[in-house]
């Protein structure tokens, strides 16, 4: 049978769906179960990918406010998705593109684009089957060339936003061979007040998805603690599934530690069972270790880093944290984020910055806390801190430069002060003439080239580097000979654009123009991030720790 152009069906591909839908309430971590889930199955040797679909209208996360939905993550393709991408491409290792994230704006926008073009031929356009089919289609597309798709679906079972997604799911399975296709649903286990786990939300989140046809093949309780074997009895027996289909979730102390937990538990072996995997899958010697490895490898030091933001709001720079992390695990330090808020109308956390041991001024837009930032960077340069600037870190490091160091008072950044006498970062002049404000940043990887001799150097070990990017402004190629004085270089760069500056005055000043924390692994620390711990770790007499600390 041919593929289905509609709904991408193919059963020659054999490939395996692992759906993953919520319970009870958000913020359970079901991506990271799911997340966790993938990683024990590419350990076992499959290949696997995800797709986080998101039942909001917006049509990217481009335009979100990461105060409401945390860190808009980009992928090398230049897609700016939901920060969830980035804990896939995290935890299973791989890169994913823009098609992983499937949500209603772009299905809708897709379904209504070919009705405009007479693609349906005069028919009724319908959620079932034209909506529910572009997405099946999505899905399907998504999965191509692994083994294993894992699908998230955003939000909680029951929101009117899911629907037409879980009536896709449903449709799925009369599609597909049942041994394709499983149903994982996370839900909430709650303590009552005298310290009794209570069965009744799950139940209820359950008797949800069965009312729209969907039942649950394997159900993950959160909980504080790991389920008791009566509380999971009670859940199968009112779930209808075996016991041996509950799972505990347990909090741990860091979510790289959720996967050894669910491991310990036999989710992986329950799932590769019922996928008809156990025979493909390497024997238990013969799984990769690495993950467990990193996760639990001693850290000798510990570091304070000041992170100079706008939102006080982990999750707004969350692949900075994980960037940190394991720039950590590469130099066996245990790094401690200190928050400074650099809005200068609130507490600016001074004794903080000035405690710290480096500081990293991550990116952002608006003029908010720019000059909070550019103190950051002030006192970093003044009091040779290692520092780190990421995008407007690296432009606010150029203003700082311009107007403390070479005397421009009233430098600025055009994009915040339009007014400014020296524009020292500007839109390019072809940005000016061509270009209005929509669609017109600079997304996704790019190379740059490095020159030779210089910490940049140093630092990527290479003469040319990729990473991603998502900005609109650029250093003003005006002001680059007057800029590269008095210590200030620029050591990257593609093109005429200006990628990365350093000063040759300081034991570790790095910044760039473009995100490196997204292409940041456990296992493949991002470079800028190891060198500014190990700046750190050189310039202060850092905390050595007791040797049988753990993480
Ligand atoms: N607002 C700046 C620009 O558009 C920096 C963007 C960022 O930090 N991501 O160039």
Redesign the pocket.
């Known amino acids: 049978m041919p593929t289905d152009p509609d709904t991408g069906y193919d059963p020659s591909l054999g490939r395996k769906f692992v759906f993953v839908t919520g319970g009870v309430m958000s913020g359970l971590g079901k991506g990271i179960t799911a997340a966790s889930t993938g990683r024990l199955l590419a350990n076992a040797g499959f290949d696997v990918t995800a797709v986080k679909v998101d039942p909001y209208l917006n049509v990217d996360a481009g335009t979100m406010n990461p105060y409401e939905h945390g860190e808009v993550y980009v992928l090398k393709d230049g897609g700016e998705v939901d920060l969830d991408l980035g804990n896939y491409e995290r935890f299973l290792g791989t890169d994913m593109t823009f098609d992983h994230n499937v949500t209603t704006g772009k299905t809708y926008e897709h379904v209504i684009e070919r009705e405009r073009a007479g693609d349906y031929l005069g028919k009724t356009v319908q959620i079932i089957p034209h909506v529910t089919d572009d997405i099946k289609r999505r899905i399907r597309e998504a999965a191509e060339g692994s083994d294993v798709c894992l699908v998230e679906i955003g939000g909680t079972v029951g929101d009117i936003e899911s629907m037409p997604f879980l009536e896709a799911l449903r449709q799925f399975s009369h599609e597909e061979d049942p041994e394709d296709i499983l149903f994982t649903h996370v839900t909430l286990v709650p303590y009552s007040k005298n310290g009794e786990q209570k069965t009744k939300p799950t139940q209820h989140s359950v008797k949800e998805l069965r009312s729209i046809g969907l039942q649950p093949d394997v159900l993950v309780g959160r909980c504080a603690e790991r389920l008791d074997p009566d509380v999971k009895e009670k859940i199968a027996l009112f779930c209808d599934v075996p016991t041996d289909a509950v799972f505990s979730n347990p909090d741990v102390e860091d979510i790289y530690h959720v996967p050894l937990s669910v491991e310990d538990e036999g989710l992986d072996e329950y799932v590769m069972e019922r996928l008809g995997l156990t025979d493909e899958a390497l024997p238990r010697e013969q799984r990769s270790t690495e993950w467990r490895e990193l996760v639990t490898r001693e850290r000798t030091h510990e570091i304070d880093v000041a992170l100079v933001g706008k939102y006080a709001l982990e999750d707004a720079y969350m692949s900075i944290y994980e960037a940190l992390k394991h720039a950590g695990i590469q130099m066996e330090t245990e790094v401690n984020v200190q928050w400074v808020d650099a809005d200068e109308t609130r507490d600016h956390h001074l004794e903080r910055l000035e405690a710290a041991d480096a500081v990293v001024v991550p ?3 608006g003029s908010r806390g720019t000059e909070g930032k550019i103190d950051a960077v002030r006192h970093a340069r003044e009091n040779d801190v290692p520092f780190l600037g ?4 690296f ?1 606010m490091a150029v203003v700082e430069h311009a107007r403390n160091v070479l005397g421009m008072t009233g430098a600025h ?1 055009a ?1 915040l002060d339009p007014e400014t006498p020296y524009p020292v970062i500007d839109l390019l002049p072809e940005q000016h003439e061509t270009e209005e404000m929509g669609g017109t ?1 600079r997304l996704g990887a790019h190379e740059t080239q490095i020159e030779p001799d210089t910490l940049a150097a140093e630092v990527y070990d290479a003469t040319a580097c990729t990473e991603r990017h ?5 250093v003003n190629p005006e002001y680059i000979a007057d800029l590269e004085t008095e210590g200030l270089r620029f050591s990257g760069r593609t093109g005429r654009r200006m990628e990365i500056l350093e000063r040759e005055d300081h034991p570790f000043f790095f910044g760039t123009q473009a ?1 490196p924390e997204f292409r940041s692994r456990p296992d493949r620390a991002s470079p800028p991030f190891v060198a500014l711990v190990e700046a750190a770790l050189e310039s202060t007499d850092t905390t050595e720790r007791n040797a049988d600390a753990t993480i």
């Open positions: 990116g952002g837009f990421l995008c407007l870190g432009q950044s994009e940043m998502r900005h609109r402004y650029e995100h």
